[in-house]
């Protein structure tokens, strides 16, 4: 197989579908870093930019992601900061914190850390890449089957599965994911609690998406069908005054802001590197020491790049696009710092973007560099996204991961130690965070070569 052939039609295509399906991670992720939502349209475009120059992968897409955003928040004490210091105070920690791990991921690339995250065995990365779709799942099914998702996460709370949650958190104050999973779990068993139109739409063009290439004219581009049924929903909710979540009001920048280069205009905002430089980040978040603040910097960026590990391993292994880990860690690096440049919170690879991207057709990285400009250029005309139901969108996304999450071909295939490593990866994965299962996953592949080394050498004794 290897990588596709260049299409630019194709990719402008793919590149305008994610520029429109992304619009509510943009947003919910920037209110997760704890700053306004506007701020996640805003400055997702130079990060993705900057990614789509310097990375190799034909579909791997960039940004501010779950983890990053709750990893950030939690590093910098993102409450209690905005709360001493206020939300201009605080975005400019976060920018300069960008700054820091773009740096880091550079430095690591550079002393070689890149090749060593790249030789993660086989079914580490197997089980790695199923904890984190499933993640995947989880993050877009509440607004996928309930009128608005925290409907389905305030069932759960008051439910058996919210005492489950409890008593994992309580022993692994990290385990993140498991929510999620309660999230799935809670929502399968209990379909009666589903908004009927949500689900509806949700059911309809998730099938759709995934089943309407084979019905659509062959004429037709690679993702047209995804186009469908986002218009086809937004058509819907316009037209029959749709209750339930959707994108919503979507601001715009100030006409007299961003950069000039001659006749060129580029409608961003950047802000003062030498300024970001002096906020005083280790006096407020370090307890005053640089060396902490580098350290966690460092490992801010190792555990992002695990991500991209488990991305390009999953394209490596079922496209057999090869890529080069010391090549996306810079890539890594690079659009870290101009997400400092522009305030955005630190970002990494995006396992549900970089899905579709594949989903959709894409065949270079043109798709993603496309759906970066369109980010920049198209925010004044972005409100033709704000009647879009997020069940919809959801829908787009659930489509490129449930069918692997069903039926794990991979990792099903794995045999002997290789499926306890790959499963007992994918579980903690799933359960606790992707820091802790591909940690786990590893500890867990040592452990059993270990053992079934002095196993072998007994019985050759």
Do not use: H
Not at 386 to 396: C, E, N
Request: proline share 5%; glycine share 12%; hydrophobic share 50%.
């Amino acid at each position: 197989m290897g990588a596709p052939s260049f299409e630019p039609l194709r990719d402008i295509i793919s590149g305008a579908i994610m520029a429109a399906t992304s619009v509510p991670q943009l947003i919910a992720y920037a209110e997760t870093v704890g700053y306004a939502g506007y701020r996640g349209l805003s400055t997702a475009g130079p990060p993705l930019l900057a990614w789509g120059v310097a990375t190799g992968s034909p579909w791997m897409n960039a940004g501010v992601t779950s983890l990053t955003a709750v990893m950030a928040k939690t590093d910098l004490g993102g409450e209690a900061y905005v709360a001493e210091y206020g939300e201009e105070e605080y975005v400019q920690l976060v920018a300069a914190y960008s700054l820091y791990v773009g740096v880091a991921s550079i430095v690591m690339a550079l002393i070689g850390f890149g090749k060593l995250a790249q030789k993660a065995p086989t079914a580490v990365k197997t089980g790695f890449k199923w904890g984190c779709e499933l993640g995947v799942l989880s993050s877009a099914l509440p607004n996928g089957l309930y009128a608005f998702g925290s409907t389905l996460k305030a069932n759960v709370a008051t439910s058996v599965f919210g005492d489950v949650v409890k008593t994992v958190k309580g022993i692994v104050p990290g385990a993140t994911g498991v929510s999620g999973v309660c999230n799935i779990l809670y929502a399968v068993t209990n379909p009666q609690t589903w908004d009927v139109v949500a689900a509806l739409l949700f059911i309809s063009c998730t099938l759709f998406v995934m089943k309407g290439k084979a019905y659509l004219p062959k004429s037709l581009p690679p993702g047209s069908e995804v186009v469908l049924a986002t218009a086809a929903a937004t058509v819907f909710s316009v037209f029959y005054g749709y209750e339930g979540g959707i994108v919503g009001e979507i601001p715009t920048l100030d006409s007299d802001a961003g950069l000039s280069f001659g006749p060129i205009k580029i409608p961003i905002e950047v802000m003062d590197i030498k300024g970001l430089l002096n906020v005083p980040i280790a006096e407020r978040c370090f307890g005053g020491s640089m060396v902490k603040l580098f350290i966690t910097a460092a490992v801010f960026s190792a555990i992002n790049f695990l991500s991209i590990v488990g991305i390009a391993s999953g394209f490596e292994s079922d496209n057999n696009v090869s890529w080069s880990a010391p090549r996306e860690l810079i890539a890594q690096g690079v659009s870290n710092i101009a997400a400092g440049a522009v305030g955005s919170a630190p970002v990494s690879g995006s396992m549900s973007r970089s899905l579709v991207s594949r989903m959709t057709g894409a065949t270079s990285k043109l798709g993603c560099i496309i759906t970066a400009l369109l980010w920049i250029y198209m925010m004044p005309y972005m409100s033709v996204m704000s009647p879009t139901p997020k069940a919809a969108l959801s829908a787009v996304i659930v489509s490129a991961v449930v069918k692997n999450v069903v039926m794990p071909k991979k990792l099903l295939a794995l045999k002997g130690t290789d499926f306890i490593v790959g499963v007992g990866t994918a579980a903690t994965t799933a359960i606790t965070s992707p820091t802790l299962g591909f940690g786990a996953g590893m500890v867990m592949y040592i452990v059993i070569s270990v053992v079934a080394g002095k196993d072998s050498k007994k019985k050759v004794a």
